[in-house]
């Protein structure tokens, strides 16, 4: 299977172009660039032209309608920062334009095992002249601060002067839409210059953020290459008040060519204490390996990625290929570093505002949990780097003891301005000690939890602890907290957030026991005044806590009124008015039964023992067709649970539609930047559902059940720090031990041991 | 019994001051002056200054934190005026300034039978210099465009030159404060001058609002009074570009004495087509009458009121005194048009913004509706007038007929910022309905049901038919409501809101009977396109309505989950913590028991018949321990059902707690306006509460048990068109015609009939 994901336009369409900024991103898990025109779009074209570091942000005012006690009045937001991609050429002194003259063939490429996108455009102006461009676009794995463009032009039919004009435009603004609540309201000027000057052959920016205080730094060199052209040509920086211009001018002949190397350094003062320093370090070194090194070294992490994530579908070419983009995205999206974390768009575009969502450790985790755990570890990290503040919300919240993660952030204050739909979402802490509890079982890395692990599961089993109580009937109940589905909110015994609570003070108090019989749980206990009568009041709310079931329909109800109300009117809803949360009143929503996305479904992924497999069942069914999927977290989770349930057919169908969310932008908005959960959720369709991949205190088990058009399907994994092939088609499977220790794993229920370079073959049973 | 308030201060004090500003203030339902000093506020002192005018707004942004579907964007707010209130005094050049000098004495009188206030002062300045200072003010009854100051001062023990400044200032501002929700939280101009002039020796000003585009027009015009000084003095206007100033200078001899009086018209686009035209053309009949008349026709009116208001309590001076003061501001607050309502804090402040909540109906209207039912009708003619308007609301929130009345407004668009604790509080709609049917009731009113009243009820009825729906069970139940009890939001079958529709849905058929019966229905009919289906179907589901009861606690629980929740931790909880909504996350509040007021025991006021005396009391004794009286709407309420159920120890506290709540500022924030429900409540608590006295479709009936420390308990009462005075001590009760047609009236029990002049006295059974 090729990794590469092309676009080939016979004519410019704004339409395209804004969906292809996302598509063509490039990013690498710190510096995100929209894939946006370098010589800028046409005017009155949409367009979100941003670069974004990740984790770097401002704080801007929130202000609350009705500003009720506590109510969060000030967010985070991620910062467009300095505009170093714009690249203009001239013809003649006439500026190439793709609104004007004619595109006579222009094609893009994102070249995932290169980890570069490239763009081929040949244009003919209005004087008929045609060019013929080629630009190449790279974020470096190797040095994540580092941004590549290569910028070659030829005279196809004509001599002529042409002029390349590189850009460094420090005054830029986030992209805003005040009509969509996913976005921006407001256009606001959120970064102030301190300096921009000429330092060493580059032009080197250094900028402020209004509230929050953070610095960034870009540093911007640019190399000629006249080679094509025989040498005729000159290159010279300018830097002005706010802009800095490299200029390169050439009197090609025909079939003359002209190229610019431009090298962009970002660093910022969440991670550096002198930002410019460190540019210029950083820069120097750049500019001595040279792009073809920093070529190559994509090429090999990328080999490397690849070999731990490979993942091969026969008979399914396009969703195969759909769900590399998807894998392929999920890296661009992740730190590795513990600044920041896996925002709902990733570092594809403003939408959300950059903030981290349960998406990232719900959603996105598992993919590098089970293939490169040092990601997920990072992610992990950054959590509890902001505990602190999770224990300052749950203080606000009126806690007497725990943390509460907020619903979205940046840096880990609650950024949600409607809490009915963001802080009442309790589950967050849930989502987070499943994250942990799951790291643990895939690693084995007990210190992680001794270090950090624990800490999160316990504070988080300590919130549940102080939001519940034991009800009359000795019941452990939650109220007014909001589910997964946001089309029903602050609700009593939530199923899924019930499920949710007791898996995390079950664990809290398992993985302590396992610290104790180690000796190492010591520093938890001290640092969080921990009392045997603490853990075993969590054992108990665990054991106790009320998972709804409804007896006359025989499924899980979705709250304590949910099944009481009556079902939403789809009949008489016009295709036009989905998603719903564009066109109701959340009041309107909140009385009917209809969801958003899965919820209780959810829970029967990954919480599957609650329930027998015929409940699992009714309610699938009940659920499905009241879930509009309106949310991108919806249709891959049917999948899976589709899977688990034996509904093979479902289970592919909603697969294909999130396989190919964005690549085909169902959801209309991958404009505002692709949907990690969603890509995450397309892994975990595969390897969760079809292979039936589960990791728990069991260990490692797979028992595959193919899509009936798929031949054959091929991934790897890591358990444990072993490196698995496993393949499967419609009769067995077969298990690889490709690097690494022994290991046990159990296929189709039956345990087998496996070393390096070992192979098992398992009949279906 | 004096009607009269009297505030004396030894010393300036600027918490007294503030609160004076609001319990001397002079409004007249449309013109309301706060109490403020005419020289102005010393520096640093809190101040709330403004003038303000019934139903004249503009419309302010009000953008959501998260801005979801049909959240609302903009609100009205509740214009300060041009200030006409400002007078400042100079002794030999020095200015009077309370802050500084020494007060010998300061007397506040508010005078409820000459409807003015007075201030007597007697001050020395710095250099020794004392003077007397009477000033007094009016708000007309006869002109509500008219509000008059006299401004009177005499040199006590010096000989020199006096100098008194009126005047007209156009550049005000709202008063705001970002850290209470129940104010304005930004300053703002919203107010635009397009002229001021001299004309008929008035100062004249029209400006206009920002947004909503309304016009107002202040003219200002003096009259000088040198008799006291042998016509020793010169008076002259000055009009600048923004402000008006008359000056009057006078060279006293010791105990000499000059007189200033102003006449202030203030005129609205509301109201009028050509505000300045209006305003002089009501100058000039104002200066033809001449203060005297105005202040003769000031004492008439009252008497009239106080007639068909007299209330009377032979052994309790403190709290009938308080209650008169709390009728006398109700007075002040009702509108007699029907451009507008009766505001939270009527026009004594600025305290919500001037909304008009359901405390107009449910709270203020009663007292209105038993004395004046002329203006209980303005009032409902205002929200008749706003039907379109609720329709429109009722639309965004998703019903597909019916109207809902907006939590908060002015001009008839919901202004609710927090939908939650705002518009989700539809028992609104059903709290017109019933103001609507106890006006009939009362008066006998047909024609304004047929006009206005049943397209009212049978809007609300609809509204409540297409939000509810009937259950498995056959019930009809309706989710997802607020009730009155703010801490406790969005709930299933809250008992206060379906014993609301339940009695809306069954008037609304009830009087389309009454209608039809007289053969009046056919306008009502053909204009909402009433089928007769659709009026069995209210008369079903208000037949049907699902109203809780608890058979463990023999109570009727608040909604379907209030009593599965904990109750809030009073123990723990500090005194300084109250109210708890200023320093509690809603959130919190919600996940506990604890009530900010009276909500199910509301209901056993208003639905007595629904439950029986044993369930009541036990409710009554459950929610009394977990209710906080956070809200300014409780007390009084809790007092009328105490009576009805006989705990007579309990009805007095809670009477006494409502009736002194301004006057001594219980709830700390008198300051920003008079709580104008509680008032109503107040007056309710002795009628409705202590005598008992219920209008229903049985007529009128009164059955008095009066506190223990009472000796007498004489009311007065207008029931359809006749005046009635009721006379109770702990013996029985007198009642006799002072009015109208022959009447029947049950008195304890026994129906009793009544001609004009005619008494009766029954005996307590």
């Known amino acids: ?41 046409p005017e009155g074209c949409p367009s979100m032209r941003g670069i974004y570091l990740n984790g770097f942000y401002d704080i801007i005012p929130m202000p609350q309608a009705e ?12 910062l467009n920062v300095a505009d170093t991609m714009t690249i203009r050429l001239f013809i003649d002194g006439e500026p190439l334009n793709m609104a004007k003259g004619k595109v006579l063939s222009h094609t893009r490429t994102l070249d995932m095992d290169r980890g570069i996108t490239k763009r081929e455009l040949t244009w003919e102006n209005e004087s008929g002249k045609q060019i013929e461009l080629i630009e190449t676009r790279m974020a470096s794995f190797k040095e994540p601060s580092l941004f590549t463009m290569e910028y070659s032009a030829r005279a196809l039919n004509f001599n002529g002067q042409v002029e390349i004009k590189s850009y460094h435009i420090t005054d830029v603004r986030n992209f805003s839409d005040p009509s969509d609540p996913r976005l921006a309201s407001e256009s606001r000027k959120n970064m102030y210059l301190l300096s921009l000057e000429k330092t060493d052959g580059c ?47 050439s009197d090609l002949k025909k079939n003359g060519r002209v190229t610019l190397r431009k090298y962009i350094v970002y660093t910022d003062s969440v991670r550096e204490t002198d930002v410019k320093t460190a540019a210029l370090s950083k820069m120097k070194a750049v500019r001595s390996h040279g792009l073809d090194f920093y070529y190559r070294a994509q090429e090999a992490f990328l080999k490397d990625f690849w070999n731990r994530s490979s993942l091969e579908v026969e008979g399914d070419d396009a969703l195969n290929k759909a769900t590399l983009f998807n894998m392929y995205v999920l890296l661009q999206s992740a730190p590795r570093d513990r600044f920041c974390s896996i925002a709902a768009k990733g570092l594809s575009g403003e939408g959300y ?25 990072a992610v992990l990290n950054y959590r509890y780097a902001t505990l602190d503040k999770a224990r300052e919300n749950a203080a606000l919240l009126g806690h007497k003891k725990g943390a509460l993660f907020p619903w979205r952030t940046i840096g880990g204050r609650e950024c949600s301005g409607y809490f009915v739909s963001g802080t009442a979402a309790y589950h967050i802490d849930a989502d987070i000690a499943y994250a942990v509890v799951k790291y643990y079982q895939t690693t084995g890395d007990l210190d992680f939890i001794e270090e950090k692990g624990e800490e999160i599961l316990l504070e988080t089993a300590r919130l549940f602890l102080d939001t519940g109580f034991f009800d009359r009937d000795g019941h452990f109940v939650i109220n007014d907290v909001t589910g997964p589905d946001e089309y029903t909110c602050m609700v009593n015994n939530n199923y899924y957030t019930n499920c949710a609570a007791k898996f995390n003070l079950s664990w809290a108090v398992r993985l302590f026991r396992i610290l104790e019989n180690n000796g190492r749980e010591k520093k938890v206990r001290e640092k969080l005044k921990l009392s045997e009568s603490e853990l075993s009041e969590m054992e108990k709310a665990s054991a106790a806590m009320l998972l709804l079931y409804d007896e006359r329909l025989g499924i899980n109800p979705q709250d304590d009124s949910f099944l009481q109300k009556p079902v939403w009117d789809f009949e008489n ?11 109701y009143h959340p009041l309107n929503l909140y009385r009917y039964q209809v969801c958003k996305q899965a919820d209780t479904v959810l829970s029967y992924f990954l919480y599957e023992n609650e329930q027998s497999e015929e409940v699992m069942k009714r309610s699938f069914r009940y659920y499905e067709k009241i879930t509009t999927h309106d949310s991108s977290l919806s249709t891959c989770i049917f999948s899976i649970v589709a899977s688990r349930l034996g509904f093979k057919e479902e289970a592919y169908r909603y697969f294909g539609d999130s396989a190919r969310m964005d690549l085909e932008n169902l959801h209309h908005n991958s404009t505002f930047g692709a949907h990690t959960a969603n890509m995450g ?9 079809f292979a039936r991949v589960r990791i728990d205190e069991n260990g490692f088990s797979v028992s595959p059940e193919l899509p009936d058009s798929w031949r054959k399907l091929t991934f790897h994994q890591v358990y444990r720090g072993s490196l698995l092939s496993l393949s499967a088609d419609h009769e067995g499977t077969k298990v690889e031990l490709l690097e690494g220790p022994d290991t046990e794993i159990t296929v189709y229920g039956q345990k087998q041991r496996l070393s390096k370079g070992q192979c098992v073959y398992c009949k279906k049973v």
Request: glycine share 10%; aromatic share 10%.
């Open 67 to 78: 500003n009720l006690c506590h109510f969060v009045n000030e967010k985070e937001t991620m």
């Open 203 to 249: 032009s080197v920016s250094v900028s402020e953020t209004s509230v929050s205080g953070l610095r960034m730094c870009a540093a911007v060199s640019e190399e000629t290459d006249f080679s094509g052209c025989g040498g005729n040509g000159i290159g010279d920086l300018l830097v002005g008040e706010s802009e800095g211009v490299f200029s390169l001018r």
């Open 573 to 583: 809803t016009p295709a036009e008015n989905y998603p719903l949360l564009l066109h």
């Open 681 to 689: 959720g397309c892994y975990m369709a595969i390897v969760n559902g």
């Open 353 to 377: 505002e950059g903030h981290y969502f349960w998406d990232a450790e719900t959603f996105v985790l598992p993919f590098f949990t089970m293939t490169q755990p040092e990601i997920a570890k």
């Open 1 to 41: 299977m090729e990794r590469i994901i092309k676009a080939t336009e016979n004519a410019f369409s704004p339409e395209a172009n804004f969906i292809n900024e996302t598509i063509f991103h490039n990013a690498n898990g710190y510096l995100g660039i929209r894939g946006a025109l370098s010589e800028g779009t």
